[in-house]
């Protein structure tokens, strides 16, 4: 069994290193006669020179703005800026979107970027313009590219409107990982998303009880698509966090007929119907939900119990 | 040295709760009602299982635990036995290896799947293949 076992760990290593140096990055740069104009540049999007140290500030900022959100580099260093680490954490950058009332959506792969500039939104990325021993950490904005000249257009450091080669961009940007930050209003939806990736960039807004924007935000996921169960549950429950319990209860109503057999759907209606002072119809509800069974079984019965409490 | 690391142990403490405030979304809290993230959550486990299992019934997969010596019911029992985090683990790593295509290609693949599958059943407790695995006590 040893030397079957070492033989295996022994293949498994070689071919985990095999693939490890073929990685490809798999953008697709535009063409100069593709269907866009060439060169290519986001509208409206500002450019803010960075100060020292400060190009997540400054980044930040720059998409924020686009988003419709008005905040200064200052205002957004006070929220990602670590003095100590004369930087800007990534998971800094992201809970400072939802601070401010947007979606943090992080690039599920680095070709989605030419399709989300081609869109219209930009991307923040982080970059690495320094050896991988010597890293110099940067985050810039892409903007545009310029595919008659092979150039990704970037606002970054004090420079607006920065080329930078295909080749040369894709290799700093390699060292993150090809980390790409979007900054999207709640109407907007990402143009290379999953349904479940966007869900969860939006779920933790409505667990932060920002009812509004996430409840947009699970809207405009209807929209895409219609048959989501998660984007339905998360309208109801922003209605019922929102106070607004004879909307929730209409919501969750029409969900379950849409949805039959879906108990989290009985299980927050009853939430609702306790609310509401309907106690025992509240009882009904989590029964029925208990009924449909399911992975979330365990949570219904503990609804049941709560509400018996009540 | 031992000077410069007592005087930063503050300083990393602090950091490490800073940045345990930074990561930790801020739960609101709603008594009984069912959030999205828990239902997401739960989809993701169930599509999880579904891939794993769709992945294990695969042929060639099938002989390379067979060529391997392992009974491939043995293998699915074991991944039952995983928890919801390890098999959303394992789905992912299911998902980024290469689509299959020749011979040499699947091969790889299914060695490497195995290979995590023994490691996380060994770390279980389930298996005593890789010596170098502390095993987990009860």
């Known amino acids: 069994m040893k030397a079957a076992s070492v033989r295996l760990l022994a293949v498994a290593i070689l071919t985990v290193i095999l ?7 798999g953008i697709g740069w535009p063409r100069p006669e593709g269907r866009l104009p060439d060169p290519y540049l986001i509208a409206e999007i500002p450019f803010y020179p960075q100060k020292v140290h400060q190009c997540g500030p400054a980044a930040l900022a720059m998409a924020l703005n686009w988003s419709g959100v008005a905040a200064s580099p200052q205002e957004v260093a006070e929220q990602v800026f670590t003095p100590a680490r004369k930087g800007s954490l990534q998971s800094a950058m992201v ?19 030419i399709d989300e500039i081609a869109a219209g939104h930009p991307v923040i990325v982080l970059q690495n313009l320094g050896l991988s021993w010597v890293p110099v950490w940067h985050y810039a904005v892409v903007v545009g590219w310029n595919a008659t000249a092979g ?7 004090t420079t607006s409107f920065k080329p930078t080669a295909f080749a040369t961009f894709e290799r700093t940007w390699a060292r993150s990982s090809f980390w790409g930050l979007m900054v999207l209003p709640p109407s907007r ?58 909307s929730a209860e209409v919501h969750f109503r029409d969900a379950i007929e849409h949805f039959p057999g879906e108990g989290v759907l009985f299980n927050n209606l009853a939430q609702v119907l306790l609310d509401q002072g309907r106690r025992d119809e509240a009882l009904d509800a989590v029964r029925q939900a208990i009924e449909c069974g399911g992975p979330l079984k365990a949570h219904f019965e503990q609804t049941l119990k709560e509400i018996r409490n009540h | 040295m031992r000077k410069v690391r007592k005087a930063l142990k503050p300083v990393s403490l602090l950091m490490a709760i800073f940045m345990l405030v930074l990561c930790t979304p801020c739960q609101t809290v709603l008594a009984r009602m069912i959030p999205t993230e828990t239902v997401l959550d739960a989809a993701r486990v169930d599509a999880a299982r579904t891939q794993v299992s769709t992945f294990l019934a695969r042929q060639d997969v099938v002989d390379v635990l067979v060529s391997q010596g392992i009974d491939p019911a043995e293998a699915t029992a074991r991944i039952a036995g995983l928890s919801d985090a390890e098999v959303v683990r394992l789905a992912d790593r299911i998902e980024q290896l290469p689509a299959g295509g020749d011979t040499f290609a699947t091969i790889v693949i299914a060695s490497i799947v195995i290979f995590v599958i023994l490691l996380i059943t060994d770390i ?15």
């Open chain 1, 19 to 25: 693939f490890g140096c073929a990685g490809k990055t």
């Open chain 1, 95 to 113: 809970a400072a979107v939802r601070r401010n009332d947007r979606i943090a959506f992080l690039l599920a792969e680095p070709a989605d970027l």
């Open chain 1, 151 to 157: 150039e990704v257009i970037l606002h970054s450091g």
């Open chain 1, 189 to 246: 939806l990402p143009a290379a998303a999953q349904e479940a990736d966007y869900l969860a960039a939006v779920s933790p807004l409505e667990g932060m009880g920002r009812w509004q924007t996430a409840m947009r935000a699970y809207r405009s996921a209807l929209e895409r698509w219609p048959d989501s169960l998660p984007a339905t549950v998360g309208i109801g429950v922003c209605l019922y966090g929102l106070g607004a319990l004879e």
């Open chain 2, 124 to 138: 279980m407790g389930f298996t005593d293949i890789f010596p170098f695995v502390k095993k987990k006590r009860i």
